[in-house]
Structures are given as structure tokens and as C-alpha cells.
């Protein structure tokens, strides 16, 4: 049973760079099955699924095409977590934030949300 | 990438059966067997309850089923319980390693 903890700051300044982080307990990020993703959602835009990375015998990055110029999932093997890096974020960029690890596109374990607020 | 569209709502009494749709495109829902559906009460996560278009995790009740239809996919439930009263987003691979969602539906039981 994979569980997901995310952490991370709730109020992020226009222009500036969010980050979050996701903590994973019951598999390795460098399963060669398991696919660790960001997703969000908001009010305006519904889910949006926004990148992911993930380990076959080297590692792999996928990005929505909405984000893909401001976008870093990068996984952190020491500390068994991955991380979302978006920059140069708009009050449009406000919306809870999800870790999600999934197989292939079956996303099954989800992290408890983090709402990120962009504001001066 | 555009949203699968969804009905916003959409409402059934206890007992009852609900059908909702999720439509895309042939680049989409019509190319891959890759459609999962998710259920979202209020203030908490998504949880999977379809995926494969039909195949449901171990501990969903099998009231809940899903099929495919050309760009269309639909998740039923049946036998309408309270606790169903929820949020659902349908979601689909899209090509390209990329995904997407609907729009999502709000199921009100009466």
C-alpha cells in the first residue's frame, strides 16, 4: 500500500517559483513499475495532470503540453520522494496540488493535497 | 489538450441506476483502453473506482461498472446509495505520454 506526503508552502508570490515535495512510503521511486505524477485542480480549470517522472533502467520525465516551459518533476532517490517545480507562477497557477503514483495512466494512490494560493 | 466532456450533473434515488458519459475524441478516449474513472467527495482526494475502461480495483463495490463506446466511455452506477453522492471525473491517455481529464459530474442522490 503506497501512501504519499506531501509538504510544502501554501502561498506563493506571482512570478516567483512554487515547489512541493512528495514523500512516499510502501515503494521505492525507483520502482520499475510505479509512475510518480503532479496533478491539480481548481475551480477554473477542473484536474490537470502536469507531469510525471519515473525509473526503467533510467529515468524518464513526461509534461503537460500547458506547462511543459515552466515545469521539473525530479525524483530524490537519497530521500524517497519526488518533487514538482513550476515557475514564473500567475494567480491562474492557484489550485490544490496532488503527488499521485500511478501505473501507466491508473492513477490509484494519492496524496492528501496541498493548496497553493499565488498572491502577492 | 481539451477536458473530456462530461454533464455537469446528474441525480438518481436510492436504488436507482446512473449513467454518466465522457466523450472525446479519436485521438483519446476512441484510441486507448486507457479510461479510468475517479470518485471525489468534498474536501478530500480523488479515488479510482474504473480503470481500463471496465476493470474495477479490489474493495469498489460492483455496482460500479464502465464501458467504452467509440469516443465515448460511461461509468454506471447501480442500486444508487447515499454515500454515492460525489464528484466524478472520467480521465484518459492521450497520446504523446500525456493525459487528460473531463470536466466532471456531480451525482446527487434524491
Known amino acids: 500500500q503506497i501512501q504519499l506526503q506531501q509538504s510544502g508552502p501554501g502561498l506563493v508570490k506571482p512570478s516567483q517559483t512554487l515547489s512541493l515535495t512528495c514523500a512516499i512510503s510502501g515503494d521505492s521511486v525507483s520502482s520499475n513499475s510505479a509512475v510518480w505524477n503532479w496533478i491539480r485542480q481548481s475551480p477554473s480549470r477542473g484536474l490537470e495532470w502536469l507531469g510525471r517522472?519515473?525509473?526503467?533502467?533510467?529515468?524518464?520525465?513526461d509534461y503537460a503540453v500547458s506547462v511543459k516551459s515552466r515545469i521539473t518533476v525530479n525524483p530524490d532517490t537519497s530521500k524517497n520522494q519526488f518533487s514538482l517545480q513550476l515557475n514564473s507562477v500567475t494567480p491562474e497557477d492557484t489550485a490544490v496540488y496532488y503527488c499521485?503514483?500511478?501505473?501507466?495512466?491508473?492513477?490509484?494512490?494519492w496524496g492528501q493535497g496541498t493548496l497553493v494560493t499565488v498572491s502577492s | 489538450q481539451s477536458a473530456l466532456t462530461q454533464p455537469p450533473s446528474a441525480s438518481g434515488s436510492p436504488g436507482q441506476s446512473v449513467t454518466i458519459s465522457c466523450t472525446g475524441t479519436?485521438?483519446?478516449?476512441?484510441?486507448?483502453?486507457?479510461v479510468s474513472w475517479y470518485q471525489q467527495h468534498p474536501g478530500k482526494a480523488p479515488k479510482l473506482m474504473i480503470y481500463?475502461?471496465?476493470k474495477r480495483p479490489s474493495g469498489v463495490p460492483d455496482r460500479f461498472s464502465g464501458s467504452k463506446s467509440g469516443n465515448t466511455a460511461s461509468l454506471t452506477v447501480s442500486g444508487l446509495q447515499a454515500e454515492d453522492e460525489a464528484d466524478y471525473y472520467c480521465?484518459?491517455?492521450?497520446?504523446?505520454?500525456?493525459?487528460?481529464f473531463g470536466t466532471g459530474t456531480k451525482v446527487t442522490v434524491l
Open positions: 499521485v503514483a500511478s501505473k501507466q495512466w491508473v492513477f490509484d494512490s
Open positions: 481500463e475502461v471496465s
Open positions: 479519436s485521438s483519446d478516449v476512441g484510441n486507448y483502453n486507457y
Open positions: 517522472t519515473y525509473y526503467r533502467s533510467k529515468w524518464y520525465n
Open positions: 480521465c484518459s491517455y492521450a497520446g504523446s505520454n500525456t493525459g487528460v
